[in-house]
């Protein structure tokens, strides 16, 4: 069955460092895997995805993130953290049907100045 | 597009109540899903349809919970009789057509609180 695996439920860094949240993946079949931000009282919104074509993927906001076959990990990455990005972090997997996504426990972001 | 809408966003309401929550997907998307969000259990996906049609509700946590689309612009989530167990973020996200991009767009969610 698909599952991930979120690393850390709370990360804390400073403004200007770098950011990394952790996700591995279980995985019967090849696997699609998203990273979804949520703001404080919002809905989900995509950051990036992976669907099999390059390993690393760019998303928005200057998130980024690596598909490790061998590590079966999928770890969401920034150079330089803003205020702006304190929010909580979702990994996702597609379900082995391809129809839902199986989601993280999620990683909560805090950025102090 | 203006996006999944829900409603309502906040609901109170006192143990043994009917709660009904509301979604009206983006024109054209086939597939809807709904989520349930907590603390201890995180996002857990409870049913979802496909062109109107109940796919998988294998999530529903109990009789207590039913779900209906009866047609592609509305979709509810119904919990009679509402327990304190229910207090969560319901969320609702839908998807295009085909199987090939798998991302969901979510509504802002309807925060229920039983009493």
């Known amino acids: 069955a698909q599952s991930v695996t979120q690393l850390g439920s709370h990360v804390s860094v400073s403004e200007g460092a770098l950011v990394l949240l952790r996700c591995n993946y279980s995985s019967s079949v090849p696997p699609y895997l998203f990273w979804y931000v949520q703001y404080p009282n919002q809905g989900l919104q995509l950051l990036l995805k992976y669907t099999s074509a390059a390993t690393l993927v760019k998303g928005i906001n200057g998130f980024e993130a690596e598909f490790k076959k061998s590590e079966t990990s999928f770890h969401l990455t920034k150079p330089s953290a803003h205020m702006s990005d304190a929010a909580e972090y979702f990994c996702?997997?597609?379900?082995?049907?391809?129809?839902?996504?199986?989601f993280g426990k999620g990683t909560t972001l805090s950025v102090s100045s | 597009d203006a996006g999944v809408i829900q409603s309502p966003r906040h609901e109170v309401t006192e143990m043994g109540q009917e709660v009904t929550l509301r979604c009206k997907p983006i024109s054209g998307h086939d597939y809807l899903f709904w989520y349930r969000q907590t603390m201890m259990r995180g996002l857990e996906l409870l049913i979802y349809f496909n062109n109107n049609v109940p796919i998988d509700d294998s999530g529903m946590p109990e009789d207590r919970f039913s779900a209906k689309m009866p047609n592609a612009s509305f979709s509810t989530l119904k919990i009679q009789p509402s327990e304190p167990r229910d207090s969560a973020v319901y969320f609702c996200?839908?998807?295009?057509?085909?199987?090939?991009?798998?991302?969901?767009?979510f509504g802002e969610g309807s925060r229920l609180t039983v009493l």
């Open positions: 996702a997997v597609k379900n082995q049907a391809g129809t839902a996504l199986i």
């Open positions: 996200a839908t998807r295009g057509r085909g199987k090939g991009t798998g991302e969901l767009f």
